[in-house]
């Protein structure tokens, strides 16, 4: 059984930074890690991934340039490293592992998710 637990969210003003964490732990080993996030009202909204192997990383164009994702493979974690945040930018932020080799933007294709936590981006 796989669990995801996300940490780091909180308050900040525009202009600030905040660095998210995801622990896993069971069967952890996926193909890739995606932060998504859904702010009230919208739907669920890809923000990044990370393949588990190699590295490779996706972001949406509204948060490139200003976010980054990273993985240690050898603590099952993932972190999301994000500047320059915007109000737009509030949301709740999960954590999600992928089992395939395709990688997909879609949060439909992920099959485990943390519960999430909140950011919230003040003007």
């Known amino acids: 059984q796989v669990q995801l637990v996300e940490s780091g969210g909180g308050l900040v003003q525009a202009g600030g930074s905040l660095r998210l964490s995801c622990a896993a732990s069971g069967r952890t080993y996926s193909d890739y890690v995606a932060w998504f996030r859904q702010a009230p009202g919208k739907e669920r909204e890809f923000v990044a991934s990370?393949?588990?192997?190699?590295?490779?990383?996706n972001y949406s164009d509204s948060v490139k340039g200003r976010f980054t994702i990273s993985r240690d493979s050898a603590k099952n974690t993932a972190a999301l490293q994000m500047n320059s945040l915007k109000p737009d930018d509030t949301a709740i932020y999960y954590c999600?592992?992928?089992?395939?080799?395709?990688?997909?933007?879609?949060?439909?294709?992920?099959?485990?998710w943390g519960p999430g936590t909140q950011v919230t981006v003040s003007s």
């Open positions: 999600a592992l992928r089992y395939g080799r395709i990688w997909y933007g879609s949060p439909e294709r992920y099959g485990y």
């Open positions: 990370i393949a588990w192997s190699g590295g490779g990383t």
